[in-house]
């Protein structure tokens, strides 16, 4: 391994993705960027080894820049690094060409093991994604197929649905929780809700702790 692609919008994120990548690879040289449009960019004009990609970015989603990588550059081993554990973004990502897929929420240390199994041959894979693989496949299920359609615009704030997490952490934003507070009571990382305050800021349209208070007490999550 000599050179990466880390594609991650969140800075302290990005930076935490890079510091991994280079303790599973020492001498390894990080480019990292923070847009899907970048990425793809970068795909064309350099050449990588491994590609570290978040699926929700500002501009798209990741599908795309591994979709460009598993088309570019066949040799480059792109990894999935995200918080969604869903069938409806694990297979596509893996029908893109993604030949890992990562769950944030696990620790530095265990994210840098299971990039190491590259070494040997084999994916990255979090624990709870090679069981619901092993599980899917188990039952005979048909992976759904990748529409070539470009994504849709996000529906309007009164048809969003949060998931259930999302639902939590929006919940201890409005209280006014700071995101490492966050973090040590639902036992996640600091990057792992990073990511899901982000998720739930674009699916609300919001940008702000104060737009997202009133919005979950419109929710009736906290009294306004």
């Known amino acids: 391994m000599k050179q990466a692609l880390v594609v991650e919008d969140l800075g302290d994120v990005r930076d935490w993705l890079a510091e991994i990548a280079r303790a599973a ?33 500002p501009d798209g989603s990741g599908m795309e820049v591994v979709r460009t990588l598993a088309h570019r550059q066949p040799q480059c081993l792109a990894v999935v690094v995200t918080i969604y554990d869903d069938d409806g973004h694990l297979f596509p ?11 944030k929420e696990q620790p530095r240390e265990a994210l840098t093991a299971q990039l190491l199994r590259i070494a040997q041959g084999e994916p ?10 092993l599980s899917y496949f188990g039952q005979g299920a048909r992976v759904p197929a990748v529409s070539a359609a470009p994504l849709a615009a996000p529906p309007p704030v009164e048809g969003v649905r ?15 929780y700071t995101l ?14 990073a990511d899901h305050i982000k998720q739930i800021y674009r699916k609300l349209d919001v940008s702000s702790r104060a737009e997202a208070t009133l919005e979950a007490a419109r929710r009736g999550l906290v009294r306004p």
């Open 124 to 133: 990255p894979l979090s624990p709870p994604i090679a069981r619901r693989v």
């Open 180 to 193: 490492p507070e966050i973090a040590q009571q639902l036992g996640l990382s600091r990057h792992t809700i």
């Open 162 to 176: 949060l998931t259930e997490r999302e639902t939590v952490v929006l919940q201890r934003v409005a209280k006014g």
């Open 25 to 57: 690879f020492p001498g390894l040289v990080v480019s990292a960027v923070g847009r899907a449009e970048d990425g793809i960019a970068a795909a064309a004009t350099q050449q990588f080894d491994l590609a570290l990609v978040d699926l929700g970015l």
């Open 93 to 103: 990502a893996l029908q893109a060409g993604a030949f890992g897929y990562l769950l």
